[in-house]
């Protein structure tokens, strides 16, 4: 029997995907998806001064990866070669299941980008990590590690310049640098003036990427050659809007052939200063909508570009800019209002409310406890963005607290 063929287009196979990153918009299904018979894989960029080509979508790893090794070989195949993780996903399950991956296809492993992360605050736990993430990924080598989260270069010592140098001569890690979520731009500020990061992943969205500070911070790490990676980039808040802007905007885009989730992935992409997005892709749906948005070649007008900043503008006091350094000093820094905010974030905009859950409760109890009887009237006034800061250390407790 004759093989039918399909005409099947990339803008059909946007259509259907109809759902990227960690959002849940569905848009309606137009037909059926031969994604196994799509030849294409997705653009690679240079990661920095490096000369190493990723993917320009990263596979986050913040899921059950154990049981979703199909979907792994697919994105494989589809050119998702990026792969990110951290020790603290899942409790070691995130790279236990890389490694039982990497086992049952050991050819593989030379095809991936593979990272991960230390949350450790020593030397030493730093070491401990390592050395664990290698043995559950079942690899000798990460390409990229990261420290997990800094919030200030001054946690990136000179010591750590030694621990990255040791670490890559013993050939444990190719490449060094860290993510971040909070106080991106002196970050990224900050490490542009090193000579010894090689990557960034940090916070980076229509929201904040056509801030003043985002950019300056942005071209002089792209000056002094380090590799960026983008996440969060969704820009999803820590409380539910509907923004009359947000329907007009969902509405545009399905019109042009693509969801306000992808449009929101697209408008990161166009700026090729950034390498890589790091997108949680848990099913075969999202990852397929965002290779759709990969491989699609419509780029955003000026006009959904000024529609997407209205929007941004509009709901700013429902979003979390992560410039905790303002509002956290505001309480002499009693707890980590930045954090709360990120994983209120998971909650409310992810729909991940065991992810928000599990990390909210690694802080300490009594850390808890002040969260509902500071007081946070100036940290309010001091706020760029306008939160209702103490409500939402109210309402992280009363959803999170285990």
């Known amino acids: 029997m004759k093989k039918k063929t399909s005409n099947y287009t990339r803008r059909d196979f946007l259509k259907t995907a109809g759902i990227a990153g960690m959002g849940s918009f569905v848009a309606p299904v137009t037909g059926r998806i031969y994604a196994s018979e799509t030849k294409e894989t997705i653009p690679t960029r240079p990661f920095g001064k490096t000369d190493q080509q990723v ?21 494989i195949n589809w050119g998702v070669t990026y792969w990110d993780t951290a020790n ?3 409790g070691g399950r995130s790279e236990k299941g890389f490694g039982a991956y990497f086992a049952k296809y050991p050819q593989d492993r030379k095809k991936i980008f593979l990272v991960t992360k230390s949350g450790a605050w020593s030397l030493k736990g730093m070491t401990r990590d390592l050395h664990a993430s290698l043995e559950r990924m079942q690899t000798d080598y990460v390409d990229l590690f990261f420290v997990h989260g800094i919030s200030s270069i001054s946690e990136m010592s000179e010591d750590t310049k030694i ?8 050939g444990k ?48 790490c792209v000056k002094a050659g ?17 923004s009359e802007t947000e ?39 999202i990852l397929m909508s965002n290779v759709a948005a990969a491989l699609d070649k419509t780029k955003l007008s000026g006009r959904d570009n000024e529609l997407m900043r209205q929007y941004a503008k509009e709901t700013r006091s429902a979003y979390c800019a992560g410039c905790s350094d303002i509002c956290e000093s505001c309480v002499d820094r009693q707890v980590p209002i930045g954090d709360v905010m990120r994983y209120l974030m998971y909650a409310n905009s ?17 850390v808890q406890s002040r969260l509902t009887r500071l007081d946070y009237a100036t940290a309010e006034r001091k706020c760029p963005q306008g939160l209702p ?8 407790k009363k959803k999170l607290a285990t």
């Open 88 to 90: 603290s996903y899942g």
């Open 247 to 285: 329907l007009k905007l969902a509405g545009r885009f399905l019109e042009k052939g693509f969801t306000d989730a992808q449009a929101k992935l697209k408008a990161v992409w166009q700026n090729p200063q950034i390498s890589s997005i790091c997108s949680q892709m848990p099913n075969m749906s």
């Open 389 to 396: 800061i103490a409500q939402l250390m109210q309402a992280a």
């Open 173 to 220: 890690i190719r490449l060094f640098g860290f993510s971040t979520h909070s106080n991106m731009e002196g970050c990224l500020m900050g490490a542009a003036k090193l000579d010894w990061i090689d990557g960034i992943m940090m916070t980076y969205n229509y929201r904040l990427m056509h801030s003043r500070d985002m950019r300056r911070a942005v071209d002089a």
């Open 163 to 170: 621990w990255a140098e040791k670490a890559k001569a013993a």
């Open 350 to 366: 992810y729909d991940d409310h065991a992810l928000a859950a599990a990390q909210f409760n690694q802080i300490s109890p009594q």
């Open 226 to 242: 380090i590799g960026l990676t983008a996440m969060k980039t969704q820009g999803g808040g820590q409380i539910r809007t509907n």
């Open 55 to 75: 993917s320009i979508l990263s596979l986050g790893g913040m899921f059950d990866i154990g049981s979703n090794h199909l979907m792994l070989k697919q994105a």
